[in-house]
């Protein structure tokens, strides 16, 4: 069961919230200021915080700063500031997601369960995973790549579609499935655009691109990795 520490100075967006979110077999923790939070924080193992931007105590920015100075928890931000300079804002200094007050519930659980989803897949099976005798490695604890001892410089859309798909190696991706756990839950353009994204990280980790070893296409569906692990 994972654990969803929602902050926020309302008693009754946390109650419903939490009503919410423990429907869907999660566990909740809540705090009113800034001060709780990072004490249930410390004492919790959270795996999701859902975090109001307007504190008594403190602002969520600095409290989301804060947290990513030692953590890369999923942070979902909730605010009643609308801007688009305001969203671009909490994206940038680290948030996973923002949603603008007032909000359904249950779009909230959504993004929950989507931005809990993007975290896990960035957890591969083991820490180093190497291909090929060496010629291929992916380190998720350094977020390196190298192909023939040679780092490779990956966009932070390709390292977690190649995260993706080599977390689930022979399993077969749609496009619209990739979309949503590498681009994000409210992502609206066209669906084609992973194969741009394909094309760019095969050119960069494959010996021949045309004839794929690692990033193999599934006609007519999607894609899938094709190495398996040393």
């Known amino acids: ?17 939490a009503s919410y979110l423990e429907q869907e077999n999660f566990r909740t923790l809540e705090a009113g200021d800034g001060a709780q939070a990072f004490q249930l924080f410390r004492d919790h193992n959270v795996h999701l915080m859902l975090l109001d931007l307007m504190l008594p105590d403190m602002t969520g920015e600095q409290i989301c700063r804060d947290i990513r100075a030692f953590s890369s928890v999923p942070i979902l931000m909730l605010t009643a500031k609308s801007a688009y300079h305001h969203r671009i ?54 977020r ?11 966009t932070p859309s390709e390292y977690k579609l190649l995260l993706l798909l080599a977390k689930y190696p022979q399993r077969n991706f749609s496009r619209e499935e990739l ?7 409210d992502y609206m353009g066209d669906v084609r655009i992973i194969d741009q994204h ?8 494959e010996e021949d691109p045309k004839e794929p070893k690692y990033i193999v296409t599934v006609y007519g569906f999607g894609y899938r990795f094709g190495g398996e692990p040393e």
């Open 1 to 17: 069961m994972k654990t969803i520490l929602i902050v926020d100075d309302e008693p009754h967006i946390r109650e419903v919230l």
């Open 89 to 142: 804002t909490g994206l940038g200094m680290g948030a996973d997601d923002y949603i603008v007050k007032p909000f359904d519930p249950r779009e909230v659980v959504a993004r929950v369960n989507a931005v809990l989803r993007r975290s896990d897949d960035m957890q591969l099976l083991s820490d180093v995973m190497v291909y090929h005798n060496g010629a291929f490695t992916v380190n998720s604890l350094k």
């Open 198 to 205: 394909i094309k760019n990280l095969r050119h960069k980790i």
């Open 179 to 185: 979309v949503e756990r590498v681009l994000g839950f």
């Open 144 to 154: 390196e790549v190298t192909c023939h001892g040679q780092p490779v410089n990956l």
